[in-house]
């Protein structure tokens, strides 16, 4: 069985890496969050409509997935650090300008540019914790990782909703935009992290071999689908709450920032921790946390969603995500579990494209339609269709990987970890 992350275990190379990583996802999230609180301020002040709101969603996914194949290459293939840095320093940038932003137009280019530096960061900075930590704690060292995510879009959700009430949507920008810059700078300090020989072409992995695993393409699609119904609830969440549940401004976004973190920080924790006991039983054991982490979410989003006042709605709330963030460790972990680490990076940039172009850039847009045509309500459900459906499609993955296993033949002329 494996054993938990242990102090005496841990570098403090190893320890360095992964706060100064987390942090940093966590600066990208407040960055990628913040936005939605403030979509009632910016539809008043420019006069758009739902299905407008949605684009500063969509604009920023499709450039995101764009660039996360390219960029996740570069980062295989030269120095992780230096792409890590050049992402934090163009996103950071490029939020700053979202608050400076004159017209709909501008902030749709502003958010899009965001986009690419983040597309830059989340390939190379996976990467780089699993060349640094033993396989064993895979998925728990990426679902500290991950508790960035969650605190940082905790965050995000949260400041947004409190600075757009006191001060305007616009000096919210300006307010996340700097830590960024001063954490890049950290990254240089840091030494490159042990990978393959850079100019040996054996390791190196193409996109084509990767397509012709099962497990990794039947992952592809399944977090397709989960990640539309993820993105779905963060960017519509708070409105919901607003217009459903009589939430005003601050409180839905104080509440649901509240809700997130607690309830990720719980449930990225716990899958991680769960998943890397039942691999160390199944070579399935990581995929079969991700079944099971939707699949018990799902009716109590369900209950949120027809909740009756405030209080069981948020509790109700509080539970699902506690499930549906067991995810979140597991899923990095089982990308790098199938691919040679030669190609990791690349991998994630061929994941992050397929989610985000098809998910994340589909799902505030797709949401925005329905409520202007079928009410914000039909769109939740929407959301929730596709999250069932994403946890029945991840027993495909499981079913391939008891079948060829970790490491599938067409993989085995590539240096394994």
Same mark, same amino acid.
Not at 101 to 118: C, H, K, P, Q
Not at 293 to 315: C, E, N, Q
Not at 360 to 381: E, K, N, Q, S, W
């Given at each position: 069985?494996?054993?938990?992350?242990?102090?005496?275990?841990?570098?403090?190379?190893?320890?360095?890496?992964?706060?100064?990583?987390?942090?940093?996802?966590?600066?990208?999230?407040?960055?990628?969050?913040?936005?939605?609180?403030?979509?009632?301020?910016?539809?008043?002040?420019?006069?758009?409509?739902?299905?407008?709101?949605?684009?500063?969603?969509?604009?920023?996914?499709?450039?995101?997935?764009?660039?996360?194949?390219?960029?996740?290459?570069?980062?295989?293939?030269?120095?992780?650090?230096?792409?890590?840095?050049?992402?934090?320093?163009?996103?950071?940038?490029?939020?700053?300008?979202?608050?400076?932003?004159?017209?709909?137009?501008? *902030?749709?280019? !502003?958010?899009?540019? %965001?986009? /690419?530096?983040?597309?830059?960061?989340? #390939? =190379?900075?996976? +990467?780089? $914790?699993?060349?640094?930590?033993?396989?064993?704690?895979?998925?728990?060292?990426?679902?500290?990782?991950?508790?960035?995510?969650?605190?940082?879009?905790?965050?995000?959700?949260?400041?947004?909703?409190?600075?757009?009430?006191?001060?305007?949507?616009?000096?919210?920008?300006?307010?996340?935009?700097?830590?960024?810059?001063?954490?890049?700078?950290?990254?240089?300090?840091?030494?490159?992290?042990?990978?393959?020989? *850079?100019?040996? !072409?054996?390791?190196? %992995?193409? /996109?084509?071999?990767?397509?012709?695993? #099962? =497990?990794?393409? +039947?992952? $592809?699609?399944?977090?397709?689908?989960?990640?539309?119904?993820?993105?779905?609830?963060?960017?519509?969440?708070?409105?919901?709450?607003?217009?459903?549940?009589?939430?005003?401004?601050?409180?839905?976004?104080?509440?649901?920032?509240?809700?997130?973190?607690?309830?990720?920080?719980?449930?990225?924790?716990?899958?991680?921790?769960?998943?890397?006991?039942?691999?160390?039983?199944?070579?399935?054991?990581?995929?079969?946390?991700?079944?099971?982490?939707?699949?018990?979410?799902?009716?109590?989003?369900?209950?949120?969603?027809?909740?009756?006042?405030?209080?069981?709605?948020?509790?109700?709330?509080?539970?699902?995500?506690?499930?549906?963030?067991?995810?979140?460790?597991?899923?990095?972990?089982?990308?790098?579990?199938?691919?040679?680490?030669?190609?990791?990076?690349?991998?994630?940039?061929?994941?992050?494209?397929?989610?985000?172009?098809?998910?994340?850039?589909?799902?505030?847009?797709?949401?925005?339609?329905?409520?202007?045509?079928?009410?914000?309500?039909?769109?939740?459900?929407?959301?929730?269709?596709?999250?069932?459906?994403?946890?029945?499609?991840?027993?495909?993955?499981?079913?391939?990987?008891?079948?060829?296993?970790?490491?599938?033949?067409?993989?085995?002329?590539?240096?394994?970890?």
């Amino acid at each position: 069985m494996a054993q938990p992350m242990a102090t005496e275990r841990v570098t403090s190379y190893q320890w360095q890496m992964l706060v100064v990583l987390t942090l940093i996802n966590f600066v990208n999230y407040i960055d990628r969050q913040i936005i939605f609180p403030l979509f009632a301020l910016i539809k008043q002040d420019f006069q758009i409509s739902d299905t407008q709101l949605g684009l500063l969603g969509t604009a920023f996914a499709i450039v995101h997935s764009l660039a996360t194949i390219p960029l996740g290459i570069l980062a295989d293939r030269t120095s992780r650090n230096k792409v890590i840095t050049f992402g934090v320093l163009f996103w950071s940038g490029a939020t700053f300008l979202s608050g400076i932003a004159a017209s709909f137009r501008s *902030l749709l280019v !502003a958010r899009a540019l %965001v986009g /690419i530096g983040e597309a830059a960061y989340t #390939p =190379a900075a996976t +990467a780089t $914790l699993t060349a640094v930590y033993p396989q064993e704690q895979r998925a728990r060292v990426q679902g500290v990782f991950n508790l960035g995510m969650f605190i940082g879009g905790a965050m995000g959700l949260a400041l947004g909703g409190i600075l757009g009430e006191w001060v305007g949507w616009r000096p919210a920008f300006f307010v996340v935009g700097v830590p960024g810059l001063l954490l890049a700078l950290s990254v240089f300090r840091l030494p490159e992290a042990p990978r393959p020989a *850079l100019d040996d !072409a054996s390791n190196r %992995v193409p /996109i084509r071999a990767l397509l012709c695993v #099962p =497990a990794y393409v +039947a992952l $592809l699609g399944s977090g397709l689908l989960i990640t539309f119904a993820g993105h779905a609830y963060i960017a519509w969440g708070s409105t919901f709450a607003i217009r459903y549940k009589g939430f005003g401004l601050g409180e839905a976004g104080v509440s649901l920032a509240v809700i997130v973190g607690g309830a990720g920080i719980c449930g990225v924790l716990a899958g991680a921790a769960l998943a890397d006991r039942l691999v160390a039983r199944f070579a399935w054991g990581r995929a079969l946390t991700v079944v099971l982490g939707f699949s018990i979410s799902a009716p109590f989003t369900l209950w949120a969603l027809y909740a009756p006042d405030k209080r069981l709605f948020l509790a109700a709330l509080f539970i699902g995500t506690f499930f549906m963030t067991w995810y979140h460790g597991p899923v990095t972990a089982i990308i790098h579990d199938l691919i040679p680490p030669s190609a990791h990076a690349t991998a994630m940039g061929v994941y992050l494209f397929t989610v985000n172009l098809l998910a994340t850039a589909l799902a505030p847009y797709t949401l925005g339609a329905i409520a202007d045509r079928a009410g914000l309500f039909a769109g939740m459900h929407a959301a929730l269709t596709a999250q069932v459906s994403g946890a029945l499609c991840f027993l495909l993955v499981i079913y391939f990987i008891r079948r060829d296993g970790l490491r599938h033949p067409r993989l085995a002329r590539y240096k394994a970890d």
